[in-house]
C-alpha cells in the first residue's frame, strides 16, 4: 500500500509567521498536488508539480517536488488567516490514473 | 467552478439498507472518482472511472459499487449499509490528459450517516 504522510498534522500560528508543511513516502509519483479544503467543500487544487527538484510559487505560498519524486513542502511566508484550512497532498501513481492522499495539515492562522 | 453536481448532500440511513450515491458533471471529462474522508485519513479512493462502463477499484472498495452508463453521471452503491460506511463522500472529475498533470476538480460532498 502506497502512503503520504503529511507533517504536521495541526498547526496553529500567529499572524505574520512562516511555516512548512511536509508530504513525504518511500514510493515515486508521476506528479504531486496540493489541495485546500474549506469546511463543507470540496478540495481546491492550489498547484501541481511534475518535475524532480521543481519549485512553484503562488503569491505566498512556494511548493517544492523532491528530486527524486518521493516528497514534497509548501512553505507559507507571512501567513494571514485567510490561509486558515486544510491542507492536503497528493500523488498521482506512476503509470495509472490513481490519486494517493495525505492525511491533511490542519492550519489556522490566528489575527 | 467546474460543473458537478452530487446529490443527495445529506443522507440519513438505517444499516442494511441501499444507498445510492449520485455525481453528475458538465464538464464531459472522461476521468470520475469516488472517495471517503474520514478524520485521520484524509481522502482514501473508492472506485473511479476512465470511460463510458470502464471502472476500477481503489484502496477501500468493499462494500460498494459503481456504475458509469454515460460521460456525465458517475453512481456509487452501497448494497447493504454499515455503520462503517459513516463518512464524507467526495465525487472527482478530470479531463483526459496527460496522464501525469491530471488536476481533479471535486464536487462539495454528500455527508451519509448510517445508524
Known amino acids: 500500500t502506497q502512503l503520504l504522510e503529511q507533517s504536521p498534522q495541526f498547526l496553529s500560528i500567529q499572524e505574520g509567521e512562516n511555516l512548512t508543511v511536509y508530504c513525504n513516502s518511500s514510493s515515486v509519483f508521476s506528479s504531486l498536488q496540493w489541495y485546500r479544503q474549506e469546511p463543507g467543500e470540496g478540495p481546491v487544487l492550489l498547484v501541481t508539480v511534475v518535475t524532480g527538484g521543481e519549485v512553484k510559487k503562488l503569491k505566498r505560498l512556494t511548493f517544492q517536488f523532491g528530486d527524486a519524486r518521493k516528497d514534497s513542502s509548501l512553505h507559507i511566508t507571512a501567513a494571514q488567516p485567510g490561509d486558515t484550512g486544510l491542507y492536503l497532498c497528493a500523488g498521482v501513481v506512476s503509470g495509472t490514473y490513481k490519486y494517493i492522499f495525505g492525511t491533511g495539515t490542519r492550519l489556522k492562522v490566528l489575527a | 467552478d467546474a460543473g458537478i453536481t452530487q446529490s443527495p448532500r445529506h443522507k440519513v440511513t438505517e444499516t442494511g439498507t441501499p444507498v445510492t450515491l449520485r455525481c453528475h458533471q458538465t464538464e464531459n471529462h472522461r476521468y470520475m472518482y469516488w472517495y471517503r474522508q474520514d478524520p485521520g485519513h484524509g481522502l482514501r479512493l473508492i472506485h473511479y472511472s476512465y470511460g463510458v462502463k470502464d471502472t476500477d477499484k481503489g484502496e477501500v472498495s468493499d462494500g460498494y459499487s459503481v456504475s458509469r452508463s454515460k460521460t456525465e453521471d458517475f453512481l456509487l452503491t452501497l448494497e447493504s449499509a454499515t455503520s462503517s460506511q459513516t463518512s464524507v463522500y467526495f465525487c472527482?472529475?478530470?479531463?483526459?490528459?496527460?496522464?501525469?498533470?491530471?488536476?481533479?476538480?471535486f464536487g462539495d460532498g454528500t455527508r451519509l450517516s448510517i445508524l
Open positions: 472527482a472529475i478530470s479531463p483526459t490528459g496527460d496522464y501525469s498533470n491530471q488536476p481533479q476538480h
